[in-house]
């Protein structure tokens, strides 16, 4: 089955989800933003209270696309 990864279209997207889509646990999604530089750091918009770590759409595709 060839499953065609997309990212949504939200300007925010979740650790889940940025760790769903690169095929990794969220916690290793976590990790490399705190030791790899280059990696988007966590923005949770001020409108978003629960807690959970955000990252901007675009600052992630810009990274896959530097590192690919």
Do not use: C
Not at 37 to 65: C, D, V
């Amino acid at each position: 089955m060839n499953k065609s990864k997309i990212l949504p279209v939200t300007p925010f997207i979740t650790r889940s989800e940025v760790a769903s889509f690169l095929g990794k646990h969220p916690s290793t999604i976590a990790r490399w933003e705190e030791s790899d530089q280059t990696f988007p750091r966590n923005k949770r918009p001020k409108t978003m209270r629960s807690g959970h770590a955000y990252y901007l759409r675009s600052e992630i595709e810009e990274y896959l696309e530097r590192v690919s």
